[in-house]
């Protein structure tokens, strides 16, 4: 069997909110063949890696990635003919370089991604193994616990509530299997609460989520909570709740602007108000609290609220290592969610996921609103090791897919431990 790269091509292909992103197959000289998908945000940070699109008189408003494909028809294609694919290190550095820039701005990150993501697949079907397995290499691999978003703000529902997200961790399982099913009844009980409080439904969000238009986002606490239980499930013990506040999109001149709270809050205040939500609601997991440049507010807010829940920087770090190495010097968070299309190559979101482990943070894996029928992220997740999945909630295909194949891995004769 040869892994040699024979062929890669590129095409135009529409994500989850029916925007252009990037498909790439790569097809080996032992006749191996595979195909991969890359996603896109709608909440992206200052520090993410550039998603490169065609802008104005491009197809889609603008939004069109045909420059992006263009470059791994020519540039990419020429450049990694003849590369062995099981190089996953080699092959992600070889393109790093070809682009020369700080953040993936002149072939795009979407095409380089696209790229890593095929070739690492494909090289998994030449040796018939499982991506999951061929990822892992000598990490430990398990089935990771869903993180499931049931109530919806911020950007992916309009800003109908500042905080973005408010999810489910049902932790209190057997099997992965059951993790998903008491997340589905904590979903639809959801619903019928909602509807039960006639609160105005404003639509599906991005990520699957309710929308609905709330008076604040602690009655999105109060209300997700009382589904819990009314699905029959004990909060703390069975199912704990994970908030994605995203707050730096409501960051402005050093206050937190909190307009469905009446009220605007120093990094202080927010530090308090978490405080006292996370005492009084099963709270255990928080996304960004403060903004991805608040360096000395993440300071004050770890040694405030570290030691008792998890404090994940998706902004704050943006999947980049050197942004994760100055977290770690300066004691900020003890979480990070990774995304790889923030950094651009598989072996840099591998480099990020281990220097966590490395030193006792924990990392969250994690899908973007422009998602795509894709499954990598499931490989991804079981093979990192890494504990926490992040899709979006349990409805739209792009996201069931991800949960369907972990339901699969979960059913392989030589399945990884769900260790929770």
Not at 286 to 294: R, S, T
Request: aromatic share 6%; net charge negative.
């Amino acid at each position: 069997m040869s892994f040699l790269i024979e062929r890669l091509h590129a095409r135009q292909v529409l994500d989850s909110r029916g925007d252009p992103t990037v498909e790439v197959e790569v097809t080996l000289e032992g006749g191996a063949r595979a195909s991969a998908m890359v996603p896109a945000g709608a909440s992206t940070g200052r520090h993410e890696a550039c998603e490169l699109r065609d802008g104005p008189g491009g197809g889609y408003g603008g939004r069109s990635v045909m420059r992006a494909v263009g470059h791994v028809n020519t540039e990419l294609a020429r450049a990694l003919a003849g590369a062995d694919a099981r190089e996953q290190a080699a092959l992600d550095r070889r393109m790093i370089e070809l682009d020369g820039t700080p953040n993936k701005s002149r072939l795009g990150a979407n095409a380089i991604l696209g790229v890593s993501m095929a070739v690492a697949r494909a090289a998994a079907a030449g040796l018939g193994v499982p991506l999951w397995n061929y990822l892992a290499g000598s990490r430990a691999a398990r089935l990771p616990l869903p993180m499931i978003n049931i109530i919806s703000g911020g950007l992916h529902a309009g800003r109908n509530l500042e905080f973005q997200d408010f999810l489910v961790e049902p932790h209190g399982f057997p099997t992965c299997a059951a993790a998903l099913e008491a997340a589905v009844r904590i979903h639809r009980k959801t619903g019928e609460t909602l509807r039960a409080a006639r609160y105005a439904l404003t639509g599906v969000a991005d990520e699957g989520g309710f929308g609905p238009r709330m008076k604040s986002n602690r009655a999105a606490l109060d209300l997700l909570t009382r589904a819990i239980e009314a699905a029959g499930f004990e909060s703390r013990r069975q199912v704990s709740i994970a908030i994605d506040v995203a707050s730096s999109h409501f960051y402005r001149d050093g206050l937190y602007r909190l307009a469905s709270e009446g009220r605007e809050l120093t990094a202080s205040g927010m530090g308090e108000m978490l405080a006292e939500w996370i005492d009084r609601y099963p709270v255990v997991s928080v996304e960004d609290p403060l903004a991805e440049d608040d360096w000395d507010g993440w300071r004050e807010i770890t040694a405030r609220l570290g030691s008792g829940c998890r404090l994940v920087g998706d902004d704050l770090f943006a999947t980049n290592i050197k942004r994760l190495e100055r977290g770690i010097r300066e004691g900020v968070a003890n979480a990070v969610l990774v995304k790889m299309n923030q950094i651009g190559t598989l072996t840099e979101t591998f480099e990020v996921i281990d220097r966590a482990r490395e030193a006792g943070y924990a990392a969250v894996i994690s899908a973007r609103s422009g998602e795509t029928e894709d499954s990598f992220l499931a490989d991804l997740a079981v093979a990192s090791g890494a504990g926490h999945i992040k899709v979006g909630s349990v409805t739209r295909s792009e996201r069931l897919s991800k949960y369907n194949r972990l339901l699969a891995i979960e059913d392989e004769p030589a399945a990884p431990p769900w260790e929770q």
